[in-house]
């Protein structure tokens, strides 16, 4: 079964940074897209950032120019780069991956952003 694990949420400071991982096991990893959505407390879950196996990046608006996808085939990892963070940033973080019309997600990590 696979399986996906993030690692590195946590409280981070308004203006702070934090970078997400996301690790998988029991697929070929270099087949797959890989990405983040996120779900505030009360609001639907969104995509914040895609990255497909040839490496096309896909953001939010609320990401661009702040946030960075990227991942490293040969750990299985992909990571999410989060700069200048604000308050609207809080929300659980999910991993997933997409093979083909199947989806996997992760247990999700939560990121608070406050002073």
């Known amino acids: 079964q696979v399986q996906l694990v993030e690692s590195g949420g946590g409280l981070v400071q308004p203006g702070g940074s934090l970078r997400l991982s996301c690790t998988a096991s029991r697929i070929i990893f270099s087949n797959v897209a890989m990405g983040w959505y996120r779900q505030a407390p009360g609001k639907q879950r969104d995509l914040v950032a895609s990255l497909s196996s040839g490496g096309t990046t896909n953001y939010a608006d609320s990401a661009k120019g702040r946030f960075t996808i990227s991942r490293d085939n040969a750990k299985n990892t992909v990571y999410l780069q989060m700069n200048s963070l604000k308050a609207e940033d809080t929300a659980v973080y999910y991993c997933?991956?997409?093979?083909?019309?199947?989806?996997?997600w992760g247990q999700g990590t939560q990121v608070p952003v406050s002073s």
């Open positions: 997933y991956a997409q093979s083909g019309l199947v989806s996997y």
